[in-house]
Every structure is written in C-alpha cells, then in structure tokens.
C-alpha cells in the first residue's frame, strides 16, 4: 500500500524540528517557509512541489493529475538532505561565528586605536 504524501511530508515536518530547528509554523508550508535559507535552492524547489501535491491531494479530480514520480522523487530529495543535516554541528558553527565576529571588531578597534596613537605621535 502506498503512504499518502500528507503522511510523508509529516515526517519531513518532524525532521525539519529536529534537524534545522524550524519549531515554529502549522503544516508543511509553513514550516518549509520558516526554514527559509537554511534550505538550499533545489530542496526549497523540490519543497514547493510537495506542497502543491498536498494542496492537490484533497480534491478527488485533482489527485489524479498529480505527477507521481516527481513528487516522490522531491520527497526523497528532502528527506535525504535533513537526515543528512547535524544540529549539534549547526550550533556550533552558530557560536564560532558569533566568536570570531567579536574577535575581529576587537582587532579593528585595537588596530584604530593604536593608529590614532602613531598618527598623534604618542607612541
């Protein structure tokens, strides 16, 4: 028997909680927006066609125009991406980030500083 795409796209949804941290939206959609940039072109692509699928699947005529293999291949383009995706890792490259954003504003402040020194001769 073959699952629903509704049915999948709640496991995306739950892998894009857990792996990218989107928590907030209700829904594919919503989610797949928040995840916004995080998300490269083509999963952000292959998201909109799982989402067009979904809006497709409640109405019984135009279930039937749903190209199938597309949008399982969009599925399974998604879902390999996040199970690929660490949080641990992402936070991490988040706070050395953060730590070498404020290590470079504290050279550029020394390096102003002592040039105003040299140019008024003080040292």
Known sequence: METSI????????????????????????????????????????????????????????????????????ALKNLRYFLMRQNPRLRVRNRVLDIITGIAFALFVTGALVLTVLVWRGLV
């Open 6 to 73: 509704s049915h999948r796209a709640e496991e995306l949804n739950a892998l894009m909680r857990d792996r990218l941290g989107v928590k907030l939206g209700d829904g594919f959609e919503a989610r797949l927006a928040k995840a916004g940039r995080r998300l490269p072109r083509w999963a952000r692509r292959d998201g909109r066609v799982i989402a067009e699928a979904l809006g497709m699947e409640t109405h019984p005529k135009l279930a039937q125009q749903i190209d199938r293999a597309r949008v399982d291949k």
